[in-house]
């Protein structure tokens, strides 16, 4: 992005999600019918627990997804993190997304993070694994491949 195209961040609208559902399909748009997008998005709107979500806006656009989520039944301390961009649009956006994401982590407290994530979605992986994520489990869930990445977090972690 150039010095006159800055994203800002602000809290999603109700005619945001489906942009957001848009986002979500082009990071998995080499997973043929990826199953439970749909679900995935309504997951994320009437999520029962602690979540702090966001989205990315340029000119008016939605150009990126984030948000951090502890379900009553995750370990105390333990969010899961969502990181929703076109990865053909730059890293700028991802940026921007991770860095309030880790600035909520530590606003929360949070002393682990993770992500489930499609294996083919290698830009996604790629950027978390170069902050500190891990792969931690690799499965086969309808048929396609998952992983699930983990980060402990501390205080130097977070002031990223």
């Known amino acids: 992005m150039s010095a006159n195209q800055v994203a800002t961040l ?3 609208a109700e005619n945001d999600w489906p942009e957001i559902l848009k986002l979500a399909d082009v990071a998995v748009e080499d997973v043929p019918n990826a199953p439970h997008q749909v679900e995935w998005l309504e997951g994320r709107r009437c999520f029962e627990g602690v979540q702090r979500h966001f989205v990315a806006e340029l000119r008016g656009t939605v150009v ?3 948000a951090v989520e502890r379900a009553a ?4 301390g333990t969010y899961r993190l969502f990181v929703v961009t076109d990865w053909n649009t730059g890293l700028d956006i991802a940026c921007l997304l991770y860095e309030r994401a880790m600035d909520e982590l530590a606003n929360l407290g949070a002393r ?9 979605d290698e830009p996604l992986i790629d950027f978390v694994r170069r ?12 048929g396609k491949t998952l992983v699930t990445l983990t980060k402990s977090l501390s205080n130097s972690d977070l002031a990223v």
């Open 131 to 142: 902050r500190g994520f891990e792969i931690r489990e690799e499965y086969d869930y309808a």
């Open 64 to 66: 990126g997804y984030g």
């Open 10 to 12: 602000r809290l999603p």
């Open 112 to 120: 682990h993070a993770w992500l489930r994530e499609y294996a083919s």
């Open 73 to 76: 039944d995750d370990p105390d």
